[in-house]
Nanobody, 120 residues
Framework: QVHLVESGGASVQAGGSLRLSCLAS????????MSWFRQPPGKEREFVAV????????YYADYVKGRFTISRDNTKRTVYLQMNGLIPQDTAVYYC?????????????WGQGTQVTVSS
């Protein structure tokens, strides 16, 4: 069983930056691909980014590519999402996920989410 706890969500103005963190407990962290998903208000959940077990592979949704960076520190059991150039459309609850498979649409483990609000 893997337990995920996100932090770092906040309210920022457009153009600002935030870094989300996700601390994992339980399981062997380095054997899980980690992803970030988000759910904007009134919309369906959507994929944001994924990083492989060792961090050598990443993939981003088109709408965040070039602005967001996913990274991980296996020694700290933590995955990060650096978000730059935030726009109001980035407003959402952001979820950290873990799964033994890379790029899966519905990962097995989910955190409780952290709110990001971007004002214009």
């Amino acid at each position: 069983q893997v337990h995920l706890v996100e932090s770092g969500g906040a309210s920022v103005q457009a153009g600002g930056s935030l870094r989300l963190s996700c601390l994992a407990s339980g399981g062997t962290f380095s054997t899980y691909a980690m992803s970030w998903f988000r759910q904007p208000p009134g919309k369906e959940r959507e994929f944001v980014a994924v990083i492989s077990w060792s961090g050598d592979m990443t993939y981003y949704a088109d709408y965040v590519k070039g602005r967001f960076t996913i990274s991980r520190d296996n020694t700290k059991r933590t995955v990060y999402l650096q978000m730059n150039g935030l726009i109001p459309q980035d407003t959402a609850v952001y979820y950290c996920t873990a799964d033994s498979s890379y790029g899966i649409e519905n990962p097995r483990y989910w955190g409780q989410g952290t709110q990001v609000t971007v004002s214009s």
